[in-house]
């Protein structure tokens, strides 16, 4: 399989963007063998460049996270990536699961955190372990054999109450610790990423891939859940639309289709190294999206890509 950082920088040769599809966990094994069986063959004939699995939030699906990682890189030949939280590790629980990824063909990490627990207002090291997602990038770098994905938030992490400019310079840190690209947290203001861009290439001299996610809108309690959840804004004019279509979730989601292919459009005009896909693990309004921005099958997976399980 192949380090992401090397399928940035081909892609960027080429001079084309790179497609990559974030799925989470599903919670059991019926609905992890459904998710290969119905929603990954879907997917994979959309031929993204490279794959990732969320890690869950607590640490709870450590297993299944690398299981789904292998399986997608073996049954369908795409390049994937394992998210990984510093929820509840020590550093040598952490070590000894990146020996194992190893052990197993995983290149490729996104070093992440991972949120306080439900009702928690800080987060808290397990004994042992990591505070910022900045030590787990020197942990990963030491074991080595990784390529490594960082999180970046064009509005300012939730809990940087200094301001986005303290929270970029930390972002900044991870870079300069051994992350090779970045991917953001949703947003849906292109004005965000633009400033962001701007200020971490600008003023911070940062050179490495720092690519937008993309979330496509299902229905307006989905969208306000994740917005309340990860502190993303929603502007005025989409709230007044979100408010119209309350109660028809499936004209929410055909303007969701719109609304991310028109917020891709304006993303890869201005450049963006690629897009990241927060898929939900819904095959529908993803094709929908890619197809609108001329980009279904446009990744560099092979055909196996489209071979199913
Ligand atoms: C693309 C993407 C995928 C994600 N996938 C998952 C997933 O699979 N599972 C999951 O549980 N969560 C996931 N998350 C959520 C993520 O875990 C949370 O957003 C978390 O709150 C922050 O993670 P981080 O890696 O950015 O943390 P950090 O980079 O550690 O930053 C956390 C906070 O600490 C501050 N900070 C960092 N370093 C310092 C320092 N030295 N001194 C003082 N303050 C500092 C930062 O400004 C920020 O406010 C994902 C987020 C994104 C954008």
């Not at 994740?226 to 119209?244: H, K, N, V």
């Amino acid at each position: 399989m192949r380090y992401i950082r090397d399928i940035y920088a081909e892609a960027a040769a080429a001079q084309r963007p790179v497609i990559s599809f974030e799925f989470f966990t599903p919670k059991t094994d019926e609905g992890e063998e459904n998710f290969f069986t119905r929603t990954m063959p879907g997917l994979a004939a959309l031929r993204p460049d490279y794959c990732s699995v969320t890690y869950g939030a607590g640490g709870s699906t450590q297993d299944r996270t690398f299981s789904m990682v292998r399986r997608i890189q073996t049954h369908f030949g795409i390049p994937c990536m394992a998210h990984l939280t510093c929820v509840g590790s020590s550093r040598e629980a952490i070590a000894g699961l990146l020996r194992e990824a190893q052990a197993d063909g995983i290149q490729n990490i996104l070093a992440l955190r991972g949120d306080p627990p439900e009702g928690a207002t800080a987060f808290e090291p397990a004994p042992g372990g990591f505070r910022y997602a900045s030590e787990l990038v020197d942990v990963i770098r030491e074991v080595g054999g990784f390529s490594i994905g960082v999180a970046g938030f064009p509005e300012g992490h939730l809990e940087a109450k200094d301001g986005r400019e303290a929270d970029w310079r930390r972002l900044q840190a991870k870079i300069e610790r051994g992350a090779d690209f970045v991917l953001t947290q949703l947003f849906f203001d292109n004005e965000f990423f633009h400033r962001f861009r701007a200020h971490l290439t600008g003023q911070l001299g940062v050179t490495v891939p720092l690519v937008p996610g993309i979330i496509p809108i299902l229905s307006a309690g989905q969208i306000r859940r994740f917005t309340a959840l990860c502190g993303a804004s929603i502007p005025d004019a989409l709230g007044r639309r979100l408010e119209e279509l309350a109660g028809d979730d499936a004209a929410a989601a055909a303007f969701g289709v719109e609304f991310a292919a028109a917020q891709g459009a304006d993303l890869l005009r201005a450049g963006v190294p690629g897009l990241h896909f927060y898929t939900l693990n819904k095959v529908a309004s993803t094709r929908a999206i890619l197809e609108r921005l001329g980009l279904a099958a446009a990744g560099a997976a092979g055909e196996a890509g489209a071979a199913g399980t």
